[in-house]
């Protein structure tokens, strides 16, 4: 990335907003969604979760992130300024601004700011990818399973940033088209390091055109029986060429996607409406609602009664946040 030498982080308002609130507290605040999850024992258990962490030496954030298991969704990571280390011992690496860091479910984290610089202030999203994209969420170059994008002509520093932003700015928003703004968002970022990831590669996989049809066929029907025999004869391939295939592009098997897609689907309509459970799972193509709220826990680990109640809560904690007085004006930050 080309253009961070003349971007200022630091003129930042979310940034500010947090080092006021980290100097009226000693741990982890209750209840404030723009603080708690940069202390440990945050639950992150939302599809979408965005932030910027802004590590400062010897301040209250300077300590290293530390998830031996990882965490149950993806994360992609922005750093803004600084220098961060990822991990210890002989598997150490360092990222700088316009660096970006994936890490998959289960991947242990070990990351903080680096020892020879005064500060690390990252952007990261941690989400629950759609079934889609599986295909760009994996990068070439890694270490020990964390993903690493840089030296990428492709990227502009200000866009990824302004990206970051607006992801984290919708996710927050309580109406019912916001989320889906916040994904919109974050599919350019990972569209974008797909794209940069293959220019940096020496060969380029091209999807197979069977397989995108299959794609399509599959979410503009997410409620019909629609099972491999179906999709194959639709896309002129025969049952096994097609899973042989779909695992090959997809990396997972056709009912399993499907799966996915309508569990992503049932998602949105749960935060957003109140349908009753057994008229949903009709909706995203089961007739039987237990078998639904299995296939649904085996995705997402909570009910779909469960999953509602925590989107609500959610959402209560942003109109609390927002009905709070405004804070005063403070200096930039560098002045404090
Ligand atoms: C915060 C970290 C950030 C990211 C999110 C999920 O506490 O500061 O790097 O790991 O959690």
Same mark, same amino acid.
């Given at each position: 990335?080309?253009?961070?030498?003349?971007?200022?982080?630091?003129?930042?308002?979310?940034?500010?907003?947090?080092?006021?609130?980290?100097?009226?507290?000693?741990?982890?605040?209750?209840?404030?969604?723009? %603080?708690?999850?940069?202390?440990?024992?945050?639950?992150?258990?939302?599809?979408?979760?965005?932030?910027?962490?802004?590590? /400062?030496?010897?301040?209250?954030?300077?300590?290293?992130?530390?998830?031996?298991?990882? =965490?149950?969704?993806?994360?992609?990571?922005?750093?803004?300024?600084?220098?961060?280390?990822?991990?210890?011992?002989?598997?150490?690496?360092?990222?700088?601004?316009?660096?970006?860091?994936?890490?998959?479910?289960?991947?242990?984290?070990?990351?903080?700011?680096?020892?020879?610089?005064?500060?690390?202030?990252?952007?990261?999203?941690?989400?629950?990818?759609?079934?889609?994209?599986?295909?760009?969420? /994996?990068?070439?170059?890694?270490?020990?399973?964390?993903?690493?994008?840089?030296?990428?002509?492709?990227?502009?520093?200000?866009? =990824?940033?302004?990206?970051?932003? /607006?992801?984290?700015?919708?996710?927050?928003?309580?109406?019912?088209?916001? =989320?889906?703004?916040?994904?919109?968002?974050? /599919?350019?970022?990972?569209?974008?390091?797909?794209?940069?990831?293959?220019?940096?590669?020496?060969?380029?996989?091209? %999807?197979?055109?069977?397989?995108?049809?299959?794609?399509?066929?599959?979410?503009?029907?997410?409620?019909?029986?629609?099972?491999?025999?179906?999709?194959?004869?639709?896309?002129?391939?025969?049952?096994?060429?097609?899973?042989?295939?779909?695992?090959?592009?997809?990396?997972?098997?056709?009912?399993?996607?499907?799966?996915?897609?309508? %569990?992503?689907?049932?998602?949105?309509?749960?935060?957003?409406?109140?349908?009753?459970?057994?008229?949903?799972?009709?909706?995203?193509?089961?007739?039987?609602?237990?078998?639904?709220?299995? %296939?649904?826990?085996?995705?997402?680990?909570?009910?779909?009664?469960?999953?509602?109640?925590?989107? =609500?809560?959610?959402?209560?904690?942003?109109?609390?946040?927002?009905?709070?007085?405004?804070?005063?004006?403070?200096?930039?930050?560098?002045?404090?």
């Amino acid at each position: 990335m080309d253009d961070h030498s003349t971007f200022d982080p630091s003129q930042d308002p979310q940034v500010r907003r947090i080092f006021r609130k980290l100097a009226f507290i000693s741990g982890p605040p209750d209840g404030d969604t723009q %603080v708690a999850p940069l202390f440990p024992g945050f639950r992150f258990d939302l599809r979408l979760v965005a932030g910027i962490t802004p590590i /400062e030496r010897d301040g209250a954030l300077d300590f290293f992130i530390d998830r031996p298991d990882g =965490m149950k969704g993806w994360i992609i990571n922005l750093t803004v300024d600084g220098v961060g280390q990822v991990f210890d011992g002989a598997a150490t690496f360092t990222v700088k601004p316009g660096d970006l860091l994936l890490f998959p479910p289960d991947v242990r984290h070990y990351y903080g700011r680096a020892a020879e610089a005064d500060k690390w202030w990252h952007r990261w999203i941690y989400f629950q990818p759609r079934a889609f994209w599986r295909p760009w969420l /994996e990068w070439e170059r890694q270490s020990d399973g964390v993903f690493l994008l840089r030296d990428s002509g492709e990227l502009q520093f200000s866009d =990824m940033f302004r990206l970051f932003t /607006e992801v984290e700015k919708w996710s927050v928003l309580d109406d019912n088209l916001s =989320m889906d703004l916040a994904f919109n968002r974050l /599919e350019q970022i990972l569209l974008s390091c797909a794209r940069a990831d293959r220019a940096l590669r020496s060969t380029t996989t091209v %999807v197979d055109d069977r397989i995108l049809a299959a794609c399509t066929l599959i979410t503009e029907n997410l409620h019909k029986p629609l099972g491999v025999k179906e999709v194959a004869e639709h896309v002129c391939l025969s049952p096994s060429r097609l899973s042989h295939l779909f695992r090959k592009y997809v990396g997972t098997g056709v009912v399993q996607w499907r799966d996915a897609q309508r %569990v992503q689907y049932a998602m949105q309509i749960l935060r957003i409406t109140n349908m009753p459970i057994k008229a949903l799972s009709q909706v995203v193509g089961y007739d039987d609602p237990l078998y639904f709220s299995r %296939v649904f826990r085996k995705h997402t680990n909570l009910s779909p009664r469960a999953f509602r109640e925590r989107s =609500m809560e959610a959402a209560a904690l942003v109109q609390d946040r927002e009905k709070e007085a405004p804070p005063p004006a403070v200096p930039p930050v560098g002045d404090a």
